[in-house]
């Protein structure tokens, strides 16, 4: 099952990823990262088909996509 991992450092909240993304797997996190955003997370794990997409319009190249 592919998963997604997330640079807390990179990561901005932008929501680019969260609009990319097909099927509606990414939500942005309640906690603060270290450097004070809220950072993109996974929350429909079983949903995410591996696409890759939320990965390629990361301006801050913050996400891995795992298969």
């Known amino acids: 099952m592919p998963k997604i991992e997330v640079d807390e450092k990179r990561c901005k909240g932008c929501e680019l990823c969260m609009v990319a993304c097909p099927h509606q797997v990414i939500s942005l996190s309640k906690n603060f990262s270290p450097t004070g955003y809220h950072p993109a997370c996974m929350v429909k794990p ?3 088909t591996g696409c890759m997409l939320c990965a390629f319009v ?3 190249v913050a996400i891995e996509v795992c298969k």
Do not use: G, M, S, V
Request: aromatic share 0%; glycine share 0%.
């Open 58 to 60: 990361c301006p801050d």
């Open 46 to 48: 079983e949903a995410c």
